[in-house]
Every structure is written in C-alpha cells, then in structure tokens.
C-alpha cells in the first residue's frame, strides 16, 4: 500500500458519544449504534467503556457478527460457554468471531475503573454461521511504529510499513495513533472502506489542516478519499483511532446480540437461544464464575 494520500478524506459527520448506562452499572460512550447513528456499514456499534466492580457485562449471548475488545486501562476477565477464558489487560486486544453463537461474560479483574473500547463488525451472510473463534494478542505483541513524532499500533490492517497479524473475516482496518505536539500524518485507506476517526485524548484537526480542531469522544465520519490527514497543532499529546472496512451491502436486522440478514433468521436464533439448539447447546448449563460467585453473594 503506497504511504501517499492524494485525495484525503474529508471530516462527513462529527458525533460526540455521551455516556449511557449498558450492562449490569456499567457507562458507556456509544458512537455507532445510537439512534443518529445505527449502522455505518460494515460497523454496528463502538463503544467506549467504563466499569468498576461490581458492575459488568454479565452472561450474555452474541450472534453473526465479530467483536472487538481493545484495553486502555485495567483489566477485564472474559469467560465463554466453551470453557475459553482469560484476562485481557491494558493495550491487549481480543478479536472474537462469535458466528453461530456464543455466550459469554465480560467483568472487571482489577481495582478501580477499567476501560477500553468494543467495536461490533458485521460479518456477510456467508460467515455469519462459521464456529466462533478467538484472536488474542497481548499489548507487548501488538505490532507498533514509529516515525516523525508519530506512534501507532496496528490492531488490524497496516500502517508505517508495519501490519497486524490479526485476520480479519470482513476486511479492516484497526490502527491506534498517538501524535506529539506539532506531528501530522498521512495514513492511506483503501478508497472502497467506510472509515471513521475516534478521538481518546487531547484535540486534533482531521481532513483538512483548516479544520476546527476536535476534542475526546468525538466520532467523526470521513467522506470518500484515499487516505487521512490529521495534524496536532496543541500543545498536549493527541490520541485516536482509525477504523476502516469494506462495507457489505447486506440487509441487516438486528435483535439485542443477534444480527442476521432477515427477521426470519432473527426468529430462528431467538428460538435456537432459548432452546439452547444449533450453537447454543451449552448455553443449557453454563453458568459463567462470576455470575457462580455473584449469586453466591446473595
């Protein structure tokens, strides 16, 4: 992919994400997957989450899409009906396919408030029934670079000549950029992605060095292009990510956890849920250990 960007994207759309509660007391900062923002092909939510014990994201199942948990402080313990359970710290990242079904339980593993992001990436009536399956890399693996005052890992995709191990089913790109005062970059995106900017921290000013500069929470939507320009002209470090996919062009119906393609798939994976059927077999029994140790609290 050439480093040039001729045609950069220009700022579509800013949103500033407000905090919501989801969860069992958890706040959350939704960018997609709001009531003005429900969908932006192939992405169906993003969140930027906060959750202190007790509070959490208790067994809950998922169905025909990918999430994506990225950590930025603290820690979660993640925990499924196939026995597939571990902690993912700070700077760690886990990319799970959930397919034709998983449930799963995601709750605080440290003390005080832990955060990260979760990004949900529709995947194509083809793969929308695969068996689950689990990318996990550890902060000190993710692929990074530097150049010019610029920092960025590679979640998925690639940037500064450096690319991320991670497969993706539907086509992505992840890359978090951190900018020292005065630093700018030019980061090519495939011309066919839906692309988007989160900003973590700090301010900075996207698409067009005329811009107003934008500050944290702000989801900014870009027009079509063949890469961004961002600049931080503060004088405080800027932090945010860049995320781009390939839309899909499917129908899409969502319930909750479960998208598919159709209500009729919808009706199907509600039944198969509450039958505990076609993926959802073990949901019969499984109990996750903090809900064992929640309940035996009370």
């Known amino acids: 992919m050439s480093n040039v960007v001729r045609e950069p994207r220009?700022?579509?759309?800013?949103l500033l994400a407000r905090p919501q509660h989801e969860g069992v007391g958890a706040v959350v900062r939704r960018s997609i997957g709001r009531h003005e923002l429900k969908y932006f092909d192939?992405?169906?939510a993003l969140d930027e989450f906060s959750v202190s014990s007790p509070s959490g994201f208790p067994d809950h199942p998922h169905r025909g899409f990918e999430t994506v948990t990225y950590m930025l402080q603290g820690a979660i313990t993640h925990e499924d009906f196939e026995g597939h359970k571990g902690t993912i710290g700070a700077g760690d990242l886990q990319w799970m396919t959930a397919g034709r079904g998983i449930v799963h339980s995601e709750m605080p593993a440290a003390q005080g408030t832990q955060k990260g992001l979760q990004l949900w990436i529709n995947l194509s009536s083809k793969y929308k029934m695969i068996?689950?399956?689990y990318q996990e890399i550890a902060s000190k693996d993710i692929a990074e670079a530097t150049k010019d005052g610029v920092k960025v890992r590679v979640i998925a995709g690639e940037a500064l000549g450096t690319k991320s191990p991670i497969q993706t089913k539907t086509p992505t790109m992840y890359l978090?950029?951190?900018?020292?005062p005065g630093a700018h970059i030019e980061q090519p995106i495939p011309t066919s992605y839906n692309a988007f900017v989160y900003v973590l921290e700090g301010e900075g000013v996207f698409g067009c060095s005329k811009s107003h500069p934008v500050t944290a929470h702000h989801i900014l939507l870009l027009g079509f292009g063949d890469g961004l320009q961002a600049w931080n002209n503060s004088s405080k470090m800027l932090r945010f990510v860049l995320v781009g996919g390939e839309p899909l062009g499917e129908p899409v119906v969502q319930f909750g956890?479960?998208?598919m393609n159709s209500q009729e798939e919808i009706d199907q994976t509600i039944e198969d849920f509450e039958g505990c059927v076609n993926g959802f077999e073990k949901a019969r029994v499984w109990r996750s250990q903090a809900t064992l140790d929640h309940d035996d609290d009370y």
């Open 10 to 14: 220009l700022v579509a759309r800013k």
């Open 257 to 259: 956890p479960f998208v």
């Open 176 to 180: 978090d950029f951190t900018l020292k």
């Open 131 to 133: 068996e689950p399956r």
């Open 42 to 44: 192939p992405f169906l």
